[in-house]
């Protein structure tokens, strides 16, 4: 009998835990990050952006909540990370990550997002993607928008990152669940990280097999950021397709 009891009491303990886990889950306030697209605060050029970079529809696909910490690699002047920061409120917070090699690409556009405490939930990040500045298995989301394709970018003759260690270093920072949020520019099929350093794309293919390697698995993908008039084989800074290039979205778990 005493090792029945034992053995109920234990089912009981494994069912009450698993319906308390599931409250919490169910719990998490809902972002409305709509909501935050309209705060007043936000610059006009932001707002000129939103319609190319599509941040709700984005983020709800992410699956963001209030209160996580977010890793915002490369976040540049910091549109995402504005956005980020107002949507998980004073009990999350946002890493604002941008590599020291592409600092003449964002002007004094992180000292302007952060004056005055202006976002008092962001810590500014300045590494290498191989070398974040971030303890391990301490956050819940990683985006990199628009930025994979950095790996095969050498400005200067400098590296930002070997590929695989910056796709280690992702998830050695992400919690056991913690889910990566990747989007970049599309290349052509078959070709390789090189292509970041020509035409300042990657393929989709490229971004998931070093994904994989580092040990997180695809959760999802969307075809909200696809173009199927862009030739792929174009530079996306040039005129014809600049602000219109096709982009995959693919997020991946740890």
Known sequence: MGTLKRFIALTCWVTL?????????AAAPEVDV??????????????????????????????????????????????????????????????MQHPPG????VGDGIDVR????????????????D???????????????????ELGF??????LGNPS?????????????GVFLASDHIAPSGSGIEAGGTLHRVSETVVSKLAQEAGLSVLRTSDLLKNPDDPLDVGVFSPTIRGKTSQFVVLFQK
Not at 17 to 25: R, Y
Not at 114 to 129: E, H, K, Y
Not at 166 to 174: C, G, M, S, Y
């Open 34 to 95: 709509d909501a935050i697209l309209n705060h007043p605060a936000r610059p006009s050029a932001d707002v000129e952006r939103d319609s190319q970079r599509q941040p709700a529809k984005l983020l709800a696909f992410a699956g963001l909540e209030e209160g996580m910490t977010v890793l915002d690699m490369e976040a540049s002047g910091g549109y995402f990370t504005e956005i980020l920061s107002r949507s998980i409120g004073s009990n999350g917070g946002v890493i």
């Open 114 to 129: 952060t004056a005055d405490n202006r976002l008092p939930n962001v810590r500014v990040s300045i590494t290498n993607f």
């Open 154 to 159: 050498a400005p200067q003759g400098k590296s």
């Open 17 to 25: 835990t698993q319906a308390a886990l599931q409250s919490i889950a």
């Open 165 to 177: 260690k910056a796709f280690e270093e992702i998830a050695r920072v992400l919690r056991p669940g």
């Open 131 to 149: 070398a974040l500045d971030v303890d391990d298995n301490s956050v819940d989301m990683v985006t990199w928008l628009q930025g994979p394709h």
């Open 102 to 105: 592409l600092m003449g690409f």
